[in-house]
């Protein structure tokens, strides 16, 4: 029996376990995925009582993918970039950390819409977790990368990504006319704030005014619920491409997978478990 779970606080709104248990049916394994709201203070002791039980592995969520780090023996180099763990394999008698956020937002693009991001020339809206792991990914794809943050100093943090090649990381002031400086030479547009989430009703609903949105963009939000954001919405107005982030979300488990077993699991199923909850938590 495979013993696995997700830790994070607050944890019930993951849709990591039914993601998971549905995989794990459908591929035959033995398995039980759950979610465990952890407490800060008790990190270190979730993590090593996970070993000492045998678990097979954890997901890690918000807001531990940092507060983690001390607890394990070995980052895999994708972690060890963004100095993010989002996936945890007991393996050998050790902690072994590792990132899939990066290369599931790549996949999802890949596998939903054929796109290869190597070489284009990506903005990224937000400067926080998870546009850290996505700037890395397309860091590693050789994109050309800008990035735009409603805190600007929090965006340059990102720049050590860039290593040795700084001229292709660039952080742009969020002030309009900046951004339109640069739209024409953009490929693609990924949204990593939480502006369109349903909970955020309260807030300006768009991360960047739609005008300055092309036809020719790819325009992503990662945000997965809704599935269709405001954002979206209007980038499909204007002819563009569009993806939301229940691709990232389902992609970031099936590296999860091959991370812990080496195998694939049925992504169909993952993405069919996701809207069935998503659409449950609609009514
Ligand atoms: P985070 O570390 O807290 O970063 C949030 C970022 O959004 C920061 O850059 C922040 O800017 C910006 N932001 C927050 N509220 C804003 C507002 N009202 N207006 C403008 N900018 C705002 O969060 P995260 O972990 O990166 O997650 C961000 C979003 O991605 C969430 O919606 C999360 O659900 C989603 N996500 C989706 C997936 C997936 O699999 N699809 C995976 C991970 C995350 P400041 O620096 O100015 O605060």
């Known amino acids: 029996m495979e013993l696995l779970g997700v830790i994070g606080n607050p944890i019930a709104h993951s849709l990591s376990p039914v993601m998971h248990q549905a995989a794990l049916a459908a591929a035959g394994k033995q398995g039980i995925y759950l979610a465990f709201l952890v407490k800060p203070e008790d990190l270190g002791q979730a993590v090593r009582g996970a070993k000492a039980l045998g678990f097979t592995g954890l997901n890690v969520t918000i807001?531990?993918?940092?507060q983690v780090l001390p607890y394990l023996d070995a980052l895999t180099p994708e972690a060890e970039s963004i100095q993010s763990v989002n996936t945890i394999a007991f393996t050998g008698g050790r902690i072994v950390g590792h990132s899939t956020d990066g290369i599931g937002f790549a996949a999802a693009a890949e596998h939903?819409?054929?796109?290869?991001?190597?070489?284009?020339?990506?903005?990224?809206?937000?400067?926080?977790?998870?546009?850290?792991?996505?700037?890395a990914q397309l860091l590693s794809q050789q994109c050309r990368v800008y990035v735009t943050n409603?805190?600007?100093?929090?965006?340059?943090?990102l720049l050590d990504l860039a290593g040795k090649d700084p001229a292709r990381l660039t952080v742009v002031p969020m002030q309009p006319q900046n951004l339109e400086s640069i739209m024409a030479q953009v490929d693609a547009v990924v949204n990593t704030t939480p502006v369109g989430m349903k909970?955020?009703?309260?807030?300006?609903?768009?991360?960047?005014?739609?005008?300055?949105?092309?036809?020719?963009?790819?325009?992503?939000?990662?945000?997965?619920?809704?599935?269709?954001?405001?954002?979206?919405?209007?980038?499909?107005?204007?002819?563009?491409?569009?993806?939301?982030?229940v691709g990232m979300l389902?992609?970031?488990?099936?590296?999860?997978?091959?991370?812990?077993?080496?195998?694939?699991?049925?992504?169909?199923?993952?993405?069919?478990?996701?809207e069935d909850a998503l659409k449950a938590s609609l009514r």
Do not use: S
């Open 250 to 274: 389902v992609w970031q488990a099936v590296k999860a997978w091959e991370f812990w077993w080496g195998i694939t699991p049925p992504a169909q199923v993952m993405y069919q478990a996701v």
């Open 112 to 135: 939903e819409l054929g796109y290869d991001f190597t070489g284009k020339t990506v903005l990224v809206i937000g400067a926080g977790g998870a546009a850290r792991a996505i700037v």
């Open 63 to 66: 807001p531990f993918k940092q």
């Open 150 to 157: 409603r805190t600007e100093a929090r965006a340059f943090t």
């Open 199 to 245: 909970q955020q009703a309260a807030q300006p609903e768009l991360p960047i005014p739609a005008e300055l949105l092309l036809p020719q963009h790819l325009v992503i939000d990662i945000i997965y619920n809704p599935k269709q954001t405001l954002f979206l919405e209007l980038a499909r107005q204007k002819g563009c491409r569009t993806q939301n982030g």
